[in-house]
């Protein structure tokens, strides 16, 4: 990563206070050496809880599970204040983990506005996890926040459970000046359409002191 101590952002971002971001060349300073559909393999960097998940006959704890899923899913963002590269249109990156039984492709389906699409599925035949991510970008003078349109999908084959989710909405704070930090906040609602049951996620806005920063918490009902 480069350093950004000397280099003066409001020069470019002024321009753009309101507007969407994905249509503004931003500067290189501001990417992580990766590319956005490489950063979406980190979805499944704890693929354990899908295997635990399937294990389990109870509607209500494989919800736990997907649940702890869905949030480990944006953990790896917490300290990464980076933004991957745009991938080209048509663009694909593939990853298969023999160590943690999935492999992976994520294609850049759409270029303005920019979608990204993937499919995972379980070496074992026994979950797949697909969807499309169209991450809007806006400026707010001292932050960029990003809103990840597109449902995410995750079906569990051996029960035939569907479950859907849309990721929170991430903020970096501080760009202009200070020391960037990031946080989530948002509602993430995951739904198992086969049983009716429901999960509801709050992810806490940190507030004025930041004692709720990172703080999720939530609860499952089942469809009664």
Known sequence: MFSRNNFS????????????????????VFNEPLSFLQRIT???EHTYLLNKACSYTDPLLRMQSVAAF????VASQWERTGKPF???LGETYELRREDLGFRLISEQVSH?????????EGLNKD????????????FW???????????????????????????PTCCVHNVIIGKLWI???????????????????NFKPCGLFGKELHRVEGYIQDKK
């Open 42 to 44: 980190e979805y499944m």
């Open 141 to 167: 003078g001292k932050s960029v926040e990003a809103e990840p349109r597109g449902t995410i999908t995750l079906e569990l084959l051996k029960h035939k459970d569907v479950y859907t989710w849309t990721n």
């Open 127 to 138: 979950f797949i996890f697909h969807g499309s991510i169209y991450p809007k970008l806006k």
């Open 183 to 201: 946080e989530q906040y948002g509602v993430v609602e995951i739904i198992n359409h086969s049983t009716g049951d429901k999960c509801v996620l």
């Open 86 to 88: 745009n991938p080209l």
């Open 9 to 28: 952002v409001w020069s470019i971002l002024k321009k753009c206070i309101g507007l969407e971001l994905s249509k503004i060349t931003m500067p290189i």
């Open 112 to 120: 303005h506005p920019p979608v990204s699409a993937f499919h995972a």
């Open 70 to 73: 869905a949030v480990s899913a």
